[in-house]
């Protein structure tokens, strides 16, 4: 018997150490899997924050293209009243130009008859010295 007993012994022995080894099996699967779970834990948390990082710059680039449309429609705004005062101005200008060639052409014109009356002035004038020294003559 005590061969067999033996022999139920060694087989104790080998089942305790087979569940020693696969309690430690266990533990270290346990381990792994806690390391696992924070990796998740970790990376779902990053994936948060870079969903909350994405979504910010969506909000960002939106602000942006509402606040550059604002602009560009208030520039161009700018550039319509800019040409109409030009057109404008440019306007007035001709008008002033053809003022100004009209005054020049009366300005001219009332030139040569004051020519013409200064000449015909030189002209009496002269007669009349003619008359006083003829007259201052005959005395």
Known sequence: MSEDYNKLDRRVKTVEEAVQLLTQMALRADERMDDTDERMNSFDASLSNLTAKVEALADAEIRIEETLSAKVEALANSQES????????ADAQIRTEELVARAQVRTEESMARLAEAQAHTDQRLDALIDIVRESRNGQ
């Not at 800019?82 to 101005?89: D, N, Q, Y």
């Open 82 to 89: 800019l040409t109409a005062k030009l057109e404008a101005l």
